[in-house]
C-alpha cells in the first residue's frame, strides 16, 4: 500500500477512536504517578491553577472555533466518516487550518504538566503529534477531493496547527453562544473530571488514604452542576437550537 493511502487509512482509523485518548492519557497519568517520585507532585495551589489554566485556554480555543462556525463543519464529523457542507476559511481558519486540535492539545497538556515531569510532557507532545498527524492527513485528504483548487489555495497561505501568519478575516456568521453551550459542556466538564481523577490517585499514592483536595472538590461539583443543567436544557428544550448552526 502506498504512503499515501497508509496515511489516510490509520488517520480515518484514529478519527473515529479519537475520544479514547483522553481516557489514555488518564490511564498513563495514573501508572506514572504510582512509578515517578510521587512527593514532586504534592498540592501546590499556585501550580494547579497554572495547569487548569493552561487547560481553559484550550477551551477558549475551541469556543472561538465552535461559537462562529455553521453547520455540518468544524468537528460535526461522525464515526461513519468525515463531514463538510463548506470549507471554513474565516475567524480562526484564516489562521489555521486546524483549530480544535490545538485547542485539544493545551485541554490535555494541562493534566499531562499536573505530573511535574519534563519527560513525560515531551512523550505528550510526541505522541499526541503523531496521533493527530495522521489524523489531520485523512481529513486534509477528504477536503482537498470535496474542494479541489479552493482547499489547495486557501492551504497554502494557512498553517496546519501553528499560525505564522495573521492576516485575520473576520467570520462569516455572528458569534453564538448557544451553539458554545450546545457543543462544548462535554468538553468543559471532562477537563475537571480529569484533574478530579488524578488528583484522587495522587493524594491515595502519597498517604494511602482516599480523598480530594477541598479546590478539586468545589471545582468537580461546579463543574457538574453546570454540565447537568446544560445536559438537561438540551435533552428536554430546544433552547439551545441555532438555525444553521
Do not use: C
Request: net charge positive; proline share 3%.
Amino acid at each position: 500500500m502506498a504512503l499515501v493511502h497508509e496515511f489516510e487509512n490509520s488517520g480515518n482509523w484514529l478519527f473515529k477512536r479519537r475520544s479514547w485518548l483522553p481516557v489514555l492519557i488518564i490511564v498513563a497519568g495514573i501508572v506514572m504517578m504510582y512509578l515517578g517520585k510521587r512527593q514532586a507532585m504534592l498540592f501546590d495551589l499556585r501550580d494547579e491553577l497554572i495547569f487548569l489554566g493552561v487547560s481553559l485556554f484550550g477551551e477558549v480555543i475551541r469556543i472561538l472555533t465552535v461559537g462562529f462556525t455553521p453547520k455540518n463543519t468544524s468537528g460535526r464529523n461522525t464515526i461513519n466518516g468525515q463531514i463538510a457542507d463548506e470549507l471554513n476559511v474565516t475567524g480562526i481558519y484564516s489562521l489555521l487550518r486546524h483549530p480544535l486540535y490545538l485547542g485539544n492539545f493545551f485541554m490535555w497538556l494541562g493534566p499531562v504538566l499536573f505530573l511535574r515531569s519534563i519527560g513525560v510532557t515531551f512523550v505528550f507532545v510526541l505522541i499526541y503529534w503523531l496521533y493527530y498527524e495522521r489524523i489531520m492527513f485523512a481529513e486534509e485528504q477528504f477536503l482537498r477531493r470535496k474542494f479541489g483548487e479552493i482547499y489547495d489555495k486557501w492551504s497554502e497561505k494557512v498553517n496546519s496547527f501553528i499560525p505564522y501568519s495573521f492576516n485575520y478575516i473576520r467570520p462569516n456568521l455572528p458569534f453564538s453562544v448557544k451553539n458554545v453551550l450546545k457543543r462544548e459542556y462535554n468538553s468543559f466538564v471532562n477537563i475537571f473530571v480529569i484533574f478530579t481523577i488524578l488528583d484522587l490517585f495522587r493524594n491515595y499514592f502519597l498517604s494511602e488514604r482516599i480523598y480530594l483536595t477541598s479546590m478539586w472538590i468545589w471545582l468537580f461539583v461546579s463543574a457538574g452542576v453546570i454540565w447537568i443543567t446544560l445536559r438537561t436544557i438540551e435533552k428536554r428544550t430546544h433552547w439551545l437550537d441555532v438555525e444553521g448552526r
